[in-house]
C-alpha cells in the first residue's frame, strides 16, 4: 500500500517517522478519518472544517501549500494509487507538532515542520452486525474535558473498546455523572417518545460527521430531534439506541449490559435513517456517466 508521508509517496514498510515525533512521545496532534466510495470522497468538506478546528485549538500551523485542496489532492491520490476506486475505503489523516530535540513538555521551537500522514485502506462494512442490532456495555467516560478535539491521545477510548471487545460487545457507552455521552468510537443516538435524542456538542464529545449528517436527515424525513444529555436511566428505557460513525453508518444497538432495548431488534427510526444516509453516500460518490 502507497502513503503519504511528509511530501512523499511510499510503500507504507517504508514510511518512517522520527522517534522524536510528538505524536509518538505525547499523542501530541490530530486526526480525520473521511469516508469514501468508488474512489470518492464523503463529506470531506465537514472533515476538513473539523481538522481545522483542531488545529487552531493545538496551535498547530501547516505549511501554505498544504491547504484544504492540497489535502483533498493527496487522499484523492491514494484512493487511486491503491486501487480503491470501486466500494467502500477510508482515509487516514493525522497530523502532529512535529519532531524536536530535546524533548520537551512545551512546544518545539517556531517553524518547526508538522508531521503530515495520509493512507488510504479498504473498509468492510458491518452490515451483518447491522442486520442483527450491536451490543454494547457501559463504562466510565474517563477522557479530559476536550472530547471535542479530535487527537491521537485515545488511551481512555482504546481501554474503553478493549473492555467491550473482552465482553464479547460491539461498542463501550461512556458514562459521566450519569449521564451516557457517547461510545469510544461512536456518537450515541436514543429514540424517547418517538423522537431522537443525543448528547448536545459540547467539550464532552466529538462533534462526528455523520452524527451531524444524520440529524440534517433526520429533519428531512420529519423525525424529531433534539440535543440534550441522555441519563443512563433513560438509556435503557429508551424504544431504540444507535450509534453513528464514518466507518459504522448507522448502526443499532439492541443489547446493553445484557438488558434488552427496543425489543431486542433493530427499529424502524435507525433502519429508515440508515437507508437515507446509505442513499446519500452513493449519491454523492457516484460518478457522471463519461459523454
Known amino acids: 500500500m502507497i502513503v503519504y508521508?511528509?511530501?512523499?509517496?511510499?510503500?507504507?514498510?517504508?514510511?518512517?517517522?522520527?522517534?522524536d515525533d510528538r505524536g509518538f512521545l505525547f499523542g501530541d496532534g490530530v486526526y480525520e478519518v473521511t469516508r469514501a466510495r468508488?474512489?470518492?470522497?464523503?463529506e470531506a468538506a465537514r472533515h476538513l472544517r473539523r481538522l481545522e478546528r483542531g488545529l487552531d485549538a493545538l496551535a498547530v500551523a501547516l505549511?501554505?501549500?498544504?491547504d484544504s485542496t492540497a489535502l483533498l489532492e493527496i487522499s484523492e491520490r491514494l484512493l487511486r494509487d491503491n486501487r480503491l476506486d470501486d466500494g467502500d475505503a477510508?482515509?487516514?489523516?493525522?497530523?502532529?507538532?512535529g519532531s524536536a530535540e530535546p524533548r520537551t513538555h512545551h512546544f518545539p521551537p517556531a517553524g518547526t515542520p508538522p508531521t503530515v500522514f495520509l493512507s488510504a485502506n479498504p473498509l468492510a462494512v458491518p452490515d451483518d452486525v447491522r442486520a442483527r442490532g450491536a451490543t454494547a456495555i457501559t463504562t466510565p467516560d474517563l477522557r479530559w474535558e476536550r472530547c471535542d478535539l479530535k487527537t491521537v491521545q485515545l488511551l481512555a477510548n482504546v481501554l474503553a473498546k478493549q473492555q467491550a471487545v473482552a465482553a464479547g460487545a460491539f461498542e463501550a457507552i461512556l458514562v459521566r455523572d450519569g449521564i451516557a455521552t457517547e461510545g469510544a468510537s461512536t456518537n450515541l443516538l436514543a429514540v424517547i417518545d418517538g423522537a431522537i435524542r443525543t448528547h448536545p456538542a459540547d467539550h464532552r464529545i466529538l462533534p462526528g460527521v455523520t452524527r451531524e449528517v444524520v440529524l440534517e436527515l433526520a429533519t428531512e424525513l420529519g423525525v424529531g430531534a433534539s440535543e440534550a444529555p441522555l441519563s443512563v436511566r433513560e438509556?435503557?428505557?429508551?424504544?431504540?439506541?444507535f450509534l453513528t460513525g464514518t466507518t459504522v453508518d448507522v448502526m443499532p444497538v439492541v443489547q446493553v449490559d445484557g438488558?434488552?432495548?427496543g425489543g431486542h431488534r433493530p427499529g424502524p427510526v435507525a433502519r429508515e435513517l440508515h437507508a437515507a444516509l446509505r442513499a446519500r453516500l452513493v449519491r454523492d460518490t457516484t460518478r457522471a456517466p463519461a459523454l
Do not use: C
Open 5 to 19: 508521508l511528509n511530501g512523499r509517496y511510499v510503500d507504507r514498510t517504508r514510511a518512517t517517522v522520527a522517534v
Open 38 to 42: 468508488n474512489g470518492r470522497l464523503f
Open 63 to 66: 505549511p501554505p501549500a498544504l
Open 90 to 97: 477510508t482515509v487516514y489523516l493525522q497530523i502532529t507538532r
Open 235 to 241: 438509556l435503557f428505557g429508551a424504544s431504540e439506541l
Open 259 to 261: 438488558r434488552a432495548i
